[in-house]
């Protein structure tokens, strides 16, 4: 996350300066800036973001799962081990995720592991926007979801955590 980064100058940067600056908006995935670099230049951020959902969209299921997932466990092992990465810890520690009991972290990998189980991949959600309470209750709820709803919500969230990543980049 660059200081002072700005569209204007995103619209001016090479294809590694752009990917540099935004390339950590989708998790382990500096592909879908690298691809967004090319629909430059860009009004905003937004009209960046919707560049960079559009090329989420129109990239092959493969990679869209990857993409999936490519994100923690939510208050799970390497979160407890310090190995998040920064945006990452940051987002989990602002649900509280970093603060549970042992209950709590019991029930946690217990749903998170049936999840895992139930779809090939982690359950998502943007965590800035949720509580630990509520992160949990809709990781209960959405184990009940098909596999194509899933995708469908893991993608959903995966674009309001790179909105709420990418506003936090740009100087306003």
């Known amino acids: 996350m660059a200081s002072g980064l700005t569209i ?3 619209n001016a940067a090479d294809r590694a ?3 540099a600056a935004v390339g950590f908006t989708f998790e382990h995935s500096p592909w879908i800036a690298e691809e967004a670099w090319q629909r430059r230049p860009f009004r905003d951020a937004d009209s960046l973001l919707e560049t960079m959902r559009a090329v989420l969209a129109a990239a092959p299921e493969e990679r869209r799962i990857a993409l999936i997932g490519a994100h923690p ?3 799970g092992r390497l979160a407890r081990e310090g190995r998040l990465t920064p945006a990452s810890a940051q987002e989990q520690s602002a649900a509280g995720l ?3 009991t042992k209950e709590e972290i019991s029930r946690f990998d217990e749903l ?3 999840y895992r189980a139930r779809f090939g ?3 998502v959600i943007c965590a800035r926007e949720q509580s630990s309470r509520s992160v949990l209750a809709s990781l209960e709820r959405r184990l009940s979801n098909d596999r194509d709803r899933e995708i469908e919500n893991a993608l ?3 674009v309001k955590i790179a909105r709420l990543r990418l506003r936090d980049a740009l100087a306003q």
């Open 8 to 10: 204007e100058r995103l």
């Open 17 to 19: 300066a752009f990917v």
């Open 73 to 75: 466990d939510l208050a």
């Open 98 to 100: 970093d603060r549970l």
């Open 112 to 114: 998170n592991g049936a």
């Open 121 to 123: 991949f982690p359950f």
């Open 156 to 158: 959903a969230e995966i």
